[in-house]
């Protein structure tokens, strides 16, 4: 999936990978993706649930290697 950025969350632990989304996606402009690479499998669940309470759209999830890639679009 192409994303507009990409944000290495890759050793970090829940919350971290969401906190860092919430504070990447204020600086990103609507329509645009985010990539975020984890090796949490909680990014999984958190992920999803984070963009519907925050009216983001979340597209889905890649993993490969245990690495894990979730991809959430700026829609508002």
Same mark, same amino acid.
């Given at each position: 999936? *192409?994303?507009?950025?990409?944000?290495?969350?890759?050793?970090? =632990?829940?919350? @971290?990978?969401? &906190?860092?989304?919430?504070?990447? @996606?204020?600086?990103?402009?609507?329509?645009? &993706?985010? #990539?975020?690479?984890?090796?949490?499998? +909680?990014? %999984?669940?958190?992920?999803?649930?984070?963009?519907?309470?925050?009216?983001?759209?979340?597209?889905?999830?890649? #993993?490969?290697? +245990?690495?894990? %890639?979730? =991809? &959430?679009? *700026?829609?508002?």
């Amino acid at each position: 999936m *192409k994303a507009d950025q990409t944000l290495d969350c890759v050793g970090l =632990y829940c919350p @971290m990978p969401i &906190v860092k989304t919430s504070e990447r @996606m204020k600086q990103m402009k609507v329509g645009e &993706v985010l #990539e975020v690479v984890a090796d949490d499998k +909680g990014i %999984k669940h958190d992920m999803p649930a984070w963009a519907k309470a925050t009216g983001n759209e979340f597209l889905g999830t890649e #993993e490969k290697g +245990g690495e894990i %890639k979730v =991809y &959430v679009k *700026k829609t508002r």
